[in-house]
């Protein structure tokens, strides 16, 4: 049969049938694959001091045992020519008792060098250290033990260090007192400096006046594989694994020895007085089997009851803390399906 051009309706078609290959899977089939949702309370609640945290979500499952936590720039990072980072004192009534403490008595307690290249990152790691922190006063006074190759007690604060190309930064701070983190990727080139913002707990989530906290027994640190070890003083264990650092996203992949029941496996701590005053001012979840993500206020925020992915940050550059990062959690699993089968974001 002699070889005809296709009427353009059939190129058409072809191309359509093209495309539509092409496309990745829908946002809610790539974001949310299911393994497990987790339930989200909202126990926010308003004040007028910026450099308090108001905002506290937590996240429940007697299943979980894997999960991910993601410290992102926020979408309007590379419009900002300045940053804003100093505290707001504004209607506090214990910024007295923080000008009049003397300064941390600090100590560096582990150094490598060479040890985070990535090749084939624009960003090259060279260095890394740990350094710990001791402060006059903390809210709770309990020591916990911190072994980095050797056995070190007291810290309030760790902060993991470490060196790029142009200039080194901690990206990490953890307090051993109360089971908090603060994390932030790489700066963005044109800044050369991002702030930290909203806060988190990993492990058996308690309260003390209101006051959520993580009770811990001891911590452990692995500089080869970049592994912190948490022993719980309540039984059991977490492994927090740095799993990716570079200029979009500092990663944590978490892993529970045993699923924690009875309480929140996790919270997020953070701040917000206004819409332009904060350091979070958004929620947004994706819940199990949702064919789309439901976004709120984050003092509005109703909870959610099996979530796969919830998303915490701003879409509007706020006068605190301005360039600090969003933090996402996800990828909660059972342990029988591995987070290496997740899709990246």
């Not at 004040?47 to 926020?74: G, Q």
């Not at 100590?107 to 290249?117: M, P, T």
């Not at 993500?293 to 992915?309: I, K, L, N, S």
């Amino acid at each position: 049969m002699p070889y005809s051009m296709p009427t353009p309706l059939a190129r058409l078609a072809v191309f359509a049938v093209l495309v539509l290959m092409a496309l990745p899977a829908r946002p809610e089939q790539a974001a949310s694959l299911g393994i497990l949702g987790v339930q989200v309370e909202n126990k926010s609640e308003p004040v007028l001091c910026a450099e308090k945290d108001n905002v506290t979500l937590t996240f429940a499952s007697p299943k979980v045992k894997h999960f991910r936590i993601e410290a992102t720039h926020p979408n309007y990072i590379g419009t900002l020519a300045h940053d804003s980072r100093e505290p707001d004192w504004t209607a506090c009534d214990f910024a007295g008792e923080v000008f009049s403490q003397p300064p941390p008595r600090k100590a560096i307690i582990y150094f490598e060098g060479g040890v985070f290249s990535q090749p084939q990152r624009k960003a090259m790691i060279h260095d890394m250290w740990m350094m710990g922190s001791t402060f006059p006063k903390f809210w709770r006074t309990n020591k916990v033990p911190v072994r980095i190759v050797e056995k070190v007690d007291g810290f309030h604060m760790i902060q993991f260090w470490v060196s790029d190309d142009e200039r080194a930064g901690d990206m990490i701070n953890f307090y051993p007192p109360d089971g908090y983190w603060r994390a932030r990727p790489l700066p963005p080139e044109h800044l050369g400096y991002s702030a930290f913002g909203s806060s988190f707990l990993i492990g058996p989530v308690e309260e003390f006046n209101s006051r959520p906290f993580v009770n811990l027994k001891e911590i452990a640190f692995d500089p080869k594989t970049k592994t912190f070890t948490l022993t719980f003083a309540r039984g059991g264990s977490a492994k927090v694994v740095i799993a990716e650092l570079d200029r979009n996203r500092l990663r944590l992949d978490v892993e529970f020895d045993q699923p924690i029941e009875g309480a929140p496996f996790a919270a997020l701590r953070s701040m917000y007085v206004t819409r332009f005053n904060n350091d979070v001012s958004d929620v947004a979840v994706l819940e199990k089997g949702a064919r789309s993500w439901r976004e709120q206020p984050v003092m509005e925020f109703t909870g959610a009851r099996a979530a796969t992915d919830i998303w915490a940050g701003r879409l509007v550059p706020s006068r605190h803390n301005t360039s600090a990062p969003d933090m996402v959690f996800s990828a909660f699993s059972d342990g029988t399906s591995k987070q290496s089968s997740i899709p990246q974001r």
